[in-house]
């Protein structure tokens, strides 16, 4: 994603490298790049956010959206903040919260407010405090968020009270959201359309005119531009409903109230339930562990958006609510066992939205995928060079190899022949444009200075360093990458059999045999017991204990002797906090547990790590990782595991530190605890076979039992129970339709 820099240093100096890229001195901090202002943490406010297609929203736990600057509370819709305030007062008194909560399934948004103690002229108390219950319901669907208010009166005496809703729309940019500072902004309006109605309008610089529409039922009292308020009358114990839409004209309906409001809440809840139910589901004897598998599952699914490709996961609200390739091609893999629809989906989008020429303005060359995709004003006006963006070194192996994951989980050789083109597109950019200067290993640079500078999934500014603190300069080959690139190979050589390319096969398996070989030579550091983080431009390795290294593990290019030291050397004190696996080491130069990838833990990255210890059969490392990640989510706010924690030390009675503008929920967060179970179980689902495997199963200590239902294959589908006795576990087929066969391995 785009990268986050807390602290600007002073902005590097520039030099063209070969092909006129733009690479850092080293040595030097680069310029930080579209930051993401950090001047109030997100974990204060506990913001609550719901999500349907193109729409998000993020409101406080009153159910408002804080009109003051530096707040990412708002409605957005395609990029730009719709609605920047909208704040409910009793007789111009804020509520009083007595809870709130976001429905399991994430469909519904609710907030139980009571009356504060009102005073009349001369401060004699007008109304004792609670007598009044105010209970708000929202939802997202189809480009609106629409919002019940029941009020009701449970004093003994009748009132009148004067409800109102105050709102506004700023039509801000995300990037300005995040901190982006712009010096021109088009022009606002806004007017009354009807005595229930405002519409609040945006003409952009990009001549886009972008519109929010309030509608009210019953009509307000008295309405404004800014403002409607409600006079209620109400008898002992009676109650009134308000209903409040608030969307986009694209989406707007002539006639609207309460029981349109109820039909669409039907609406929203069955399509989450539809989509999910796709999904196999996971229970076990951990309610903790229960509650943790339902929200990430429930997040997952809230975060899909329907594209006329397929689904796509888009990468994370606030900040990343849109297609990201990397994100997008990561949550499908950590998935694929559960429901490979969504990596049909993200492998169709990305086929789609595939370069075909160079644009140095997008880091664009044929063959590559997708990095960012985004529909803004600033995008639109080339404020921001992600409209669409491809500046990621990674997600072009990865979709390759997420190809081949998936017709293994599948065996749907139609999408593999659709989508092979694409495929070999992608394998020419990896031999070609992807390795510019031929040594046989995949770097990035950026074309321009508008381009990240740092283009693996560590993309802030100073993420790849060497050893003793000098930042690397480019191009700049990953080790994590050199692993994709080997396993996209791999996978693309059985792919090319499977479509009769036997001669392509062939040099496809020579490619990556000798990518493997040249790996080992070049990135291990036998001093350390780790891969390199990277190679600069120099081809002098970066010699940092990084999470990275774990990385390379997923897709089997390490040696088993150097990837079960790989595995000690993660899980030592100085890399392993207590509650996962940090980016780097305690002893490197630029470690701060609170930084965005130089310390922190990321849950994603931990998963990925956890499978790569599975394959080199390492399940024990996998279950101390799965406990760490677990331990952690029962401490987060709705058991969300969110982008990313600070890295400090497990304390005994302390819960992990919060990271203050990690996005939550985020999609490859989410599939963090489904892929931990697969890690943990050595699950594998294979059509070729009609097999579900589960390789040398390990349970975690805090589960006895864990129930998967609904694994499908094309020959059938089955429940499994898995119970532990120790580090043995026994597994039991409870149903079975079909021809598939269950099979346990060691």
């Known amino acids: 994603m785009t990268s986050l820099f807390i602290d600007p240093k002073t902005p590097a100096t520039t030099a063209q490298a070969a092909g006129g890229a733009v690479t850092e001195s080293a040595g030097e901090a680069p310029a930080p790049q579209f930051n993401i202002s950090a001047t109030a943490s997100l974990q204060e406010r506990r913001t609550r956010t719901l999500k349907h297609g193109d729409t998000f929203a993020v409101f406080d736990h009153r159910g408002d959206i804080g009109g003051e600057a530096g707040n990412s509370e708002g409605l957005y819709h395609r990029d730009t903040r719709m609605l920047s305030q909208l704040e409910l007062l009793l007789d111009e008194a804020r509520p009083l919260l007595l809870s709130s909560n976001t429905q399991d399934d994430n469909a519904v948004f609710s907030a139980d407010l009571s009356n504060p103690d009102l005073l009349a002229d001369g401060n004699a108390l007008a109304l004792r405090r609670e007598q009044i219950h105010l209970h708000r319901l929202k939802f997202l669907w189809n480009g609106a968020c629409f919002e019940r208010l029941l009020v009701r009166n449970f004093s003994d005496q009748p009132l009148q009270i004067r409800l109102s809703l105050r709102f506004a729309a700023d039509f801000a940019d995300l990037f300005e959201v995040r901190g982006e500072h712009r010096s021109r902004r088009g022009e606002a309006s806004a007017a009354r359309t009807s005595d229930r109605s405002v519409a609040l309008r945006y003409l952009g610089l990009d001549n886009n005119e972008r519109v929010t529409r309030l509608s009210f039922e019953p009509a307000p009292k008295t309405l404004t531009t800014a403002r409607a308020s409600f006079e209620v009358q109400l008898k002992p114990h009676e109650a009134r409903r308000i209903f409040v839409r608030i969307g986009v004209p694209d989406h707007e309906v002539d006639e609207w109230g309460g029981r349109q409001f109820y039909r669409q809440m039907r609406a929203a809840r069955r399509a989450l339930r539809n989509s999910s139910g796709r999904a196999a589901s996971i229970e076990g004897s951990n309610s903790l562990f229960n509650e943790i598998a339902r929200r990430a599952v429930s997040d997952l699914y809230m975060l899909i958006t329907d594209t006329p490709q397929g689904p796509y996961p888009y990468a994370g609200t606030p900040w990343f609510s849109t297609p990201f390739g990397r994100d997008g091609i990561i949550t499908a893999l950590m998935t694929l066992w559960l429901d490979p629809n969504i990596a049909k989906g993200v492998l169709g989008f990305l086929a789609a939205t595939q370069a075909t020429a160079v644009e140095p303005e997008r880091d664009a060359e044929p063959g590559k995928i997708l990095h960012e995709m985004r529909h803004g004003e600033m995008a639109a006006l080339g404020e921001v060079p992600f409209g669409r963006y491809y500046g990621s070194v990674d997600a072009t192996p990865l979709f390759v190899y997420l190809l081949g994951e998936y017709f293994v989980r599948t065996g749907d050789l139609e999408t593999v022949r659709k989508l092979w083109p694409n495929a070999e597109a992608a394998l020419a950019w990896i031999d070609h444009y992807g390795d510019h200067d031929g040594d046989g290993f995949v770097e990035y640079y950026r074309k321009t200075k508008q381009g990240l500078a740092n283009q693996g999934w560590k993309d802030s500014q100073d993420a790849i360093f060497h050893r003793n603190g000098a930042y690397a300069e ?267 066969v269950v099979q346990v391995r060691h």
């Not at 080992?520 to 891969?531: A, D, I, Q, T």
């Not at 004190?573 to 833990?601: D, K």
């Not at 890690?679 to 589960?694: D, K, T, V, Y």
């Not at 199963?697 to 006895?704: S, V």
């Open 474 to 740: 480019g191009p700049i080959a990953l080790c994590e990458v050199q692993a994709y690139v080997f396993g996209a190979k791999r996978h693309a050589a059985d792919l090319a059999a499977a479509l009769g390319h036997a001669p392509r096969a062939q040099e496809l398996c020579e490619q990556a045999e000798a990518l493997r070989l040249k790996f080992e030579e070049k990135f291990w550091c036998e001093e350390l017991s780790v891969y390199a983080i990277a190679l600069d431009g120099a081809k002098r390795p970066c010699c940092v204990v990084s999470s990275n290294a774990g990385q390379v593990l997923l897709t089997g290019i390490a040696n088993a002797d150097r990837a079960r030291r790989v595995m000690q050397t993660l899980l030592s004190p100085a890399c392993f906090s207590g509650w996962g696996i940090r980016t780097i080491g305690l002893s490197e130069q630029r470690y701060n547990p609170m930084s965005y990838h130089n310390g922190s833990v990321w849950p994603h990255d931990n998963a990925l790590i956890a499978l790569g210890f599975a394959r080199y059969g390492h399940k024990h490392a996998a279950a101390q990782v799965f406990t760490a990640l677990f331990d952690a989510a029962t401490y987060m706010d709705l058991r969300r595991l969110p982008e990313l924690f600070c890295g400090f030390s497990r304390r005994l009675r302390n819960a992990p530190t919060q990271y203050p503008v990690a996005c939550s929920p985020q999609a490859w967060a989410s599939a963090t605890m489904l892929s931990l179970v697969q890690a943990s179980l050595g699950l594998e689902l294979r059509e070729s076979s009609g097999e579900i495997a589960f390789y040398r199963p390990m349970l975690p200590a805090f589960l006895d039992t864990l129930h998967l239902r609904n694994l499908r294959l094309s020959k059938g589908s089955a429940d499994v129970l898995l119970r532990r006795y120790g580090d043995e576990v026994a597994v039991t087929v409870t149903r079975r339709d079909g021809e598939l």
